[in-house]
């Protein structure tokens, strides 16, 4: 699964052809979770402060996730991430 951004402990990955909605994956640790990108819901459990990282991320670089999603669709090489500072 290839990684699209990485901070503060946390990466951020799509898989090629994955399935609908369109999302991306984190993970922190041993924890795990799932974010849609059209609608920001999350799927799984991360500590508050990792997951409010992994939120603003998402809303920072929504488009961005939108366009790594189009082209993991199409089996081309994803584009990285400017990580969260």
Same mark, same amino acid.
């Given at each position: @699964? !290839?990684?699209?951004?990485? #901070?503060? =402990?946390?990466?951020?990955? @799509? #898989? /090629?052809?994955?399935?609908? !909605? *369109?999302? #991306?994956?984190?993970? /922190? =640790?041993?924890?795990?979770?799932?974010?849609?990108? +059209?609608? =920001?819901?999350?799927?799984?459990?991360? !500590? =508050?402060?990792?997951?409010?990282?992994?939120?603003?991320? /998402?809303?920072?670089?929504?488009? +961005? $996730?939108?366009?790594?999603?189009?082209?993991? $669709?199409?089996?081309?090489?994803?584009?990285?991430?400017? !990580? *969260?500072?």
């Amino acid at each position: @699964m !290839p990684e699209i951004s990485r #901070f503060f =402990g946390i990466v951020i990955k @799509m #898989f /090629y052809r994955d399935h609908a !909605p *369109l999302h #991306f994956h984190a993970v /922190y =640790g041993e924890h795990a979770i799932v974010v849609d990108i +059209e609608s =920001g819901v999350v799927e799984g459990q991360f !500590p =508050g402060r990792a997951l409010s990282f992994v939120l603003e991320w /998402y809303r920072l670089h929504r488009a +961005e $996730s939108e366009e790594d999603w189009r082209l993991a $669709s199409e089996r081309k090489p994803l584009k990285v991430i400017q !990580p *969260l500072e």
